[in-house]
């Protein structure tokens, strides 16, 4: 593959369980430990509560969910990746990530399956979902 | 600064602004308030917090622990989108230096249907 290739997208891995998937590296701004999250009663589904980030509070989403819904949400997780769409930044809790790697591009779905998620990326020969934050932003947000 | 009261309702810590707050009193016989968080069981034991509303005053159902705090008006943060269409009584988070954040309860978006 030539360098032009490679360059063309960067993918940052993050796991939940056993199961990862890609982040759009452009748009992660921290990772963060482990934190505290402030619950919100009546909030839409997948928002697992808000956390204090730079000077405004920032939603934290449950990927579980999107990934069969095995990983009970109240489970404490280890990283906290805070990536900033075109709307809002969001913070993601995960079980691990990776560091963030220049790639092929992505291509449609076809080998992973994942809602929201429909491209995917091959990161060290594994085939994984690319996470579209927007997209679940927006189902979120006609959700609310 | 902005001085905050701390309750406790549903297992979970709020803040309202202090200047809203009237009385946190002993609740009397045949009251039955709501509970502040809608869905949250009422306490046996719940205090009365007597609120500034927009519907006039209101009375809510509190856990006994209730503390007052002062915070920097820079720990006061937007809420993002998500978060207020969902559930516009909630104003802002209080973030402190020294404990958890907490919400920050509007009291003029607490209306008459919310309750257990």
């Known amino acids: 593959m030539s360098d032009d290739a490679m360059s063309e997208f960067v993918a940052m891995p993050a796991r939940l369980g056993g199961i990862w998937f890609a982040l759009d590296a452009s748009a992660v701004r921290e990772v963060l430990g482990r934190v505290s999250v402030t619950s919100v009663p009546g909030g839409p589904v997948g928002l697992m509560g808000v956390i204090p980030w730079r000077g405004r509070a920032v939603a934290v989403l449950d990927v579980a969910p999107m990934l069969g819904g095995t990983h009970p949400s109240q489970e404490?997780?280890?990283?906290?990746?805070v990536l900033e769409s075109s709307q809002q930044a969001v913070a993601l809790p995960v079980d691990g990530?990776?560091?963030?790697?220049?790639?092929?591009a992505p291509r449609p779905a076809h080998a992973v399956r994942m809602p929201h998620a429909s491209l995917e990326v091959e990161v060290d020969e594994r085939v994984m979902a690319l996470f579209d934050l927007n997209e679940w932003l927006a189902t979120l947000g006609d959700a609310a | 600064m902005s001085s905050l009261t701390l309750v406790r309702a549903g297992g979970a810590v709020y803040a309202l602004p202090g200047d809203r707050v009237r009385a946190v009193r002993a609740r009397r016989v045949r009251e039955a308030?709501?509970?502040?968080?809608?869905?949250a069981p009422?306490?046996?034991?719940?205090?009365?917090?007597?609120?500034?509303?927009a519907d006039g005053p209101r009375v809510f159902a509190v856990e006994p622990t209730v503390e007052l705090a002062a915070i920097d008006d820079e720990g006061l943060l937007p809420l993002p989108p998500l978060v207020t269409r969902a559930t516009p009584r909630f104003a802002a988070l209080a973030a402190?230096?020294?404990?958890?954040?907490?919400?920050?309860?509007?009291p003029d978006q607490l209306h008459e249907e919310d309750g257990p």
């Open chain 2, 96 to 106: 402190f230096l020294d404990r958890p954040a907490v919400l920050v309860i509007d």
């Open chain 1, 97 to 104: 990530v990776r560091e963030a790697r220049p790639i092929a």
């Open chain 1, 76 to 81: 404490p997780r280890n990283r906290t990746v």
């Open chain 2, 33 to 39: 308030p709501p509970s502040l968080v809608p869905g």
């Open chain 2, 42 to 53: 009422t306490p046996a034991s719940a205090r009365v917090l007597e609120l500034d509303t």
